[in-house]
């Protein structure tokens, strides 16, 4: 019994031996482990840092003045150098507790120095800078803390949600979180999420703004975006504030545009125009602003402004060209446009790919678009708004075009120019199919199907010396043949026998047509001739011309003819006008009334023009012929 009691009395001092041992050993370790994970502080002189620090859980906290954190270190090795510096090695962090903006600017890098007061920092190795979103890295940086500035000539890489890029030199104002890269500038800006095609943009400085997303691109700006391309002297941009898209552009200085669709577009033939898909866009300005859609990153709205070119190209190979000071457009989704508007020295030029020749647009004021797919040309003071094209020319107060059917109205002192076409066999009334025609109105339209002119309102037609005069005039421009209502008044010239000097005449009626194959003028209507000393009225005037010069040959009288001449009045139904005799034949029972001698009647009255006499003849009851003189 004793013996046992013995031996649990040993056991238990040996239990008690190896426990006390077992804890010993953990403390031991723990304290080795402790101790290597410790941040090592070797100083070589004075204190280490005349601010306060508090060591926790190994990482170093440094309060400012007022006994706030102001910044946490994270590193292997902190000590003084030669240099009398501070140096952190090895896994350097540095963490600027909420110093902008509520937030904390990283630092992180294979070595860290900065001076006593931690107003000087450099950055050596891999080095990073983050602050929100943005991380900046580069081989070297420098931090002035007074001015709250970090710089790198050393090159440097950058990225954010929006924007990342590279440069040979940059600087990063923390306070205004404001980015400054200069030499080599290359960037890549976040556009429209829904593509994966990247917008690349390269200069020489950029100055941007984290704060306000945006910046500023100096010196030789060149955007690409797929097949398109712009070039600039400087670019302004900015994001929207989910900083999902860019929300606008302002390109100053020799700016370029070159959009190319990305998509093979359909061939519309002789139905496009400006406001179709273009499958090419070339824009020049000395400055344009671009104003994109949120949800992609297509224009919504442009401005140019100083010497501006608009080039416009289609699948089917049409192009419009216009010039002016000033252009403002808005696009649909998709690149269509939906509005053009241009101001100053406006100059359009339309080039139809299926249609021989151009058509030249000019003006000061230019609207295309809106509820009708048409445009608006406007002059301004003496400078009117122009229209020209191989077969015509027209200008006007203000001229509209509707794109769907190339019909064009004008108004307000209208101008039109009728050219001789190539290979016209027809010619426009009694007007030369050789020479221009030229035509006044307060109204016109232009009907492209009909090749048809409608001109309304102390309309005046004339070449050389013909000319007509009417309230509305109708006229077919392809063959010719045009109709004149209400106070038709023409006058022509032609070159009497065996003289060397035209001489005039003038016909008046209240309607008139001209009939290109007949090569015949018609007029209606209280019809008056008037050639010489000679008046001729006849409720019906056929004027037949020549087939090729359109010289008049002779013009025939129905129904209540009458011709006056002096004191003498023939009365009858028909007459002949022969000019190439002269003479004008009155038929149908015709009555010659002497107004101091009474009257003759005979069954023919022949007036010579030439020399005045009156020939009256009766051959029914056989007498010979009275001549008067």
């Given amino acids: 019994m004793k013996k ?47 601010q306060k620090v508090e060591n926790r859980e190994n990482v170093l906290y440094f309060e400012d003045k007022k006994g706030k954190p102001s910044r946490k270190v994270k590193v292997d090795r902190y000590y003084i150098g030669e240099d009398g510096w501070y140096h952190l090695e090895g896994n350097v962090e540095i963490s600027f507790l ?9 630092f992180s890098g294979d070595e860290i120095i900065h001076n006593e007061e931690a107003t000087q920092f450099r950055l050596t190795g891999n080095s990073i800078i983050k602050f929100k979103d943005l991380v900046i890295k580069s081989s070297l940086f420098e931090y002035e803390a007074e001015t709250d500035t970090i710089k790198s000539n050393c090159g440097v890489v950058f990225f954010s949600e929006e924007i990342s890029g590279s440069a040979g030199i940059g600087n990063f104002e923390v306070k205004k979180e404001k980015l400054v890269l200069s030499k080599d500038v290359k960037l890549e800006l976040r556009v429209d999420t829904k593509s994966d095609i990247p917008l690349f943009v390269s200069g020489k400085k950029l100055d941007y703004s984290h704060k306000r997303r945006g910046g500023l691109i100096e010196g030789n700006v060149v955007l690409d975006y797929g097949k398109s391309q712009i070039k600039a002297d400087n670019m ?54 671009i104003k994109n859609y949120k949800d992609a990153f297509q224009i919504n709205k442009m401005e140019a402004k100083g010497n501006c070119r608009f080039l416009n190209i289609t699948a089917s190979g049409s192009s419009s060209e216009i010039r002016a000071e000033s252009l403002v457009c808005t696009f649909k989704q998709g690149g269509i446009l939906k509005r053009f508007n241009a101001e100053k020295k406006v100059r359009m030029i339309e080039q139809k790919k299926n249609k021989k020749g151009r058509r030249i647009i000019q003006g000061d004021y230019l609207i295309i678009g809106g509820k009708k797919n048409h445009l608006k040309i406007k002059g301004k003071d003496v400078l009117k708004a122009i229209i020209q094209s191989k077969d015509y020319r027209v200008s006007a107060g203000e001229i509209d075009i509707v794109f769907d059917n190339d019909n064009v109205i ?15 066999n027809n010619s426009i009334g009694f007007f030369s199919k050789d020479r221009p025609v030229f035509i006044i109105a307060g109204e016109m339209r232009y009907i492209d199907k009909k090749q048809c002119f409608y001109f309304k309102k102390n309309v005046k037609a004339w070449q050389g010396n013909d000319m007509l005069n009417a309230s509305k005039l109708t006229l077919f421009k392809d063959t010719g043949r045009f109709q004149c209502e209400e106070s038709v008044v023409s006058s022509f010239s032609y070159m009497p026998k065996n003289k060397d000097i035209e001489e005039k005449i003038t ?7 001209f009939k290109p194959v007949e090569a ?45 001449q002096n004191t003498y009045e023939g009365r009858g139904e028909e007459a002949r006008y022969n000019l190439g005799k002269e003479m004008i034949v009155l038929l149908g029972d015709p009555v010659l009334i002497d107004k101091n001698k009474g009257k003759t009647e005979g069954d023919k009255l022949t007036f010579s023009l030439g020399d005045g006499k009156i020939f009256i003849e009766n051959q029914d009851q056989k007498r010979s012929k009275t001549i008067i003189k």
């Avoid at 190319?260 to 602003?289: Q, T, V």
């Avoid at 001739?529 to 008046?535: A, G, I, K, P, Q």
């Fill in 520 to 564: 015949v003028i018609i007029y209606k209507i209280d019809c008056q001739l008037n050639v010489r000393d000679t008046e001729l009225q006849a409720q019906s005037l056929s004027v037949s011309l020549h087939q090729e010069s359109a010289e008049l040959l002779n013009i025939l009288a129905y129904s209540d003819v009458k011709i006056i």
């Fill in 98 to 106: 909420k110093s902008v903006d509520g937030q904390n600017v990283y």
């Fill in 236 to 289: 302004d941009f900015d994001f929207f504030s989910d900083r999902e898209n860019i929300n606008t552009i302002f390109l100053e200085g020799n700016v370029f545009l070159s959009w190319i669709s990305e998509e093979e577009l359909p061939e519309l033939g002789d139905n496009d125009s400006l406001m179709s898909a273009a499958e090419k866009r070339e824009i020049e300005a000395g400055e344009i602003f």
């Fill in 4 to 50: 046992e009691k013995i031996s649990h009395a040993r056991f238990f001092k040996y239990f008690i031996a190896v426990f006390f041992l077992s804890v010993l050993v953990v403390i031991t370790m723990n304290f080795i482990s402790r101790s290597k994970k410790r941040i090592k502080i070797i100083p070589s002189k004075g204190e280490l840092v005349k």
């Fill in 410 to 424: 004008a108004k307000d002192g209208i101008t039109v120019i009728l050219y001789p076409g190539e290979g016209q």
């Fill in 507 to 513: 016909i008046s009626s209240d309607s008139m047509e």
